[in-house]
C-alpha cells in the first residue's frame, strides 16, 4: 500500500544506532533523536546512556518484544495526534532480529508516514567484510535454540545456493558451528564477533577450524556467522560424514563407538553405517601413519 501522510499527524523514524562504538551514530541519527517529541527505546536505561553520551535530552518510553502489540496501539495514538517519534533499539537497526516491525505495521496501516534511518547493523557490517563474491545470501537471524529444531532448519537449506547468516551468542556459538557441519559439512565459514569494539574478531576458515578455534574457550562476545554454500562435491552427504568423523578423532578423545552413535543421532541415519565407515576411516588414517 502506498504512504499516505494524514494532515497533522505525526512520523515515525527508525532509528539505526551504533553496535559497540558511538562514533557510528550518523549525524541525521543525532538530529532526529534530538527533534522528535518521544523516543521508543527497547530498553530505555540503555538508550539513555547513548542519549547522555550526546546531551540529547528527549523523553524515553519503553517499546520492547513483550509489550510491542499493547504499546504499539499507544504509539500509534501519539503519532495520529501530532507527536513525532523515533524508535530504536538497543544496538543497530530496529526490526532486524529486534522490536520494531509490529510498530511499524500498525503505524503503516493507521497511514502514517514512516522514515528509516540508515545505519548501524551487525548483518551488513559483517556482510561487508565476508568477501561473498557473488552477492547473494539469505539472512536468518537466531537459529532456533533446541538442537532439534536448529538441525531441521539447517538440513532444509543443504541445497540452498546462497550464504547463510546467523546472529549467535557466544554461549551457544559452539554448538551452532557443531551442527552446521553435522548437517551442512564443513564448508568455508565466516564469523564477525565484537564488530566495531575494542576486541573485534574476523575470521575466515572452514567451519571445522572455526569450530576448533570456538571449543575448549569461553567465546565472549556477540557473533555474526556466515557459511558459504557447498561446493559441488561437499553436497554428497557420504563426504560430510566422513569429515565430521575426522573432525572427531582429530579434535576428540571419543571412542569410535560414541563418535558413531554421536553422529547418527545427530544426523537421523543408520549408527551401524557410520561405525562402518568410522572403522575404515580409521584404518586408513593408521595406514597414513
Ligand atoms: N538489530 C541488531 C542489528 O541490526 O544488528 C541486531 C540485534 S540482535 C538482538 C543481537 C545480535 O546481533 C547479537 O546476538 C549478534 O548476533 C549480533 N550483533 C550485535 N552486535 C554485534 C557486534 N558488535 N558484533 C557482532 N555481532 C553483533
Known sequence: MMQTNLDNAGILYVVATPIGNLEDI??????????????AAEDTRHTKHLLNHFEIHTP???????????????????????????????????????????LVKKARTAGI????????????????????????????????????QRQKLLSSFVEAPWALVFYESPHRIQALLVDVLATLGDRQAFWARELSKVYEDLQAGSISQLLELATGK?????????????????????????EILLWYKENTELSLKDVSHRIANDLGISRSNVYQMALELWAATKEES
Open 26 to 39: 550518523t549525524l541525521r541519527a543525532l538530529r532526529i533523536l534530538q527533534e522528535v517529541d518521544l523516543i
Open 60 to 102: 524515553l518510553i519503553s517499546y520492547y518484544r513483550e509489550k510491542e502489540a499493547e504499546r504499539s496501539e499507544e504509539l500509534v495514538q501519539k503519532l495520529l495526534s501530532g507527536e513525532t517519534i523515533a524508535l530504536v533499539s538497543d544496538a543497530g537497526t530496529p526490526g532486524i532480529s529486534d522490536p520494531g516491525a509490529v
Open 113 to 148: 508516514t514512516i522514515v528509516p534511518l540508515p545505519g548501524p547493523s551487525a548483518l551488513t557490517a559483517a556482510l561487508s567484510a565476508a568477501g561473498i563474491t557473488d552477492g547473494s545470501f539469505l539472512f536468518l537471524g537466531f537459529p532456533p535454540s533446541k538442537k532439534g
Open 218 to 242: 569461553k567465546n565472549r562476545g556477540e557473533f555474526v556467522l556466515i557459511v558459504h554454500p557447498a561446493s559441488t562435491q561437499q553436497q554428497a552427504t557420504g563426504k560430510n560424514v566422513e
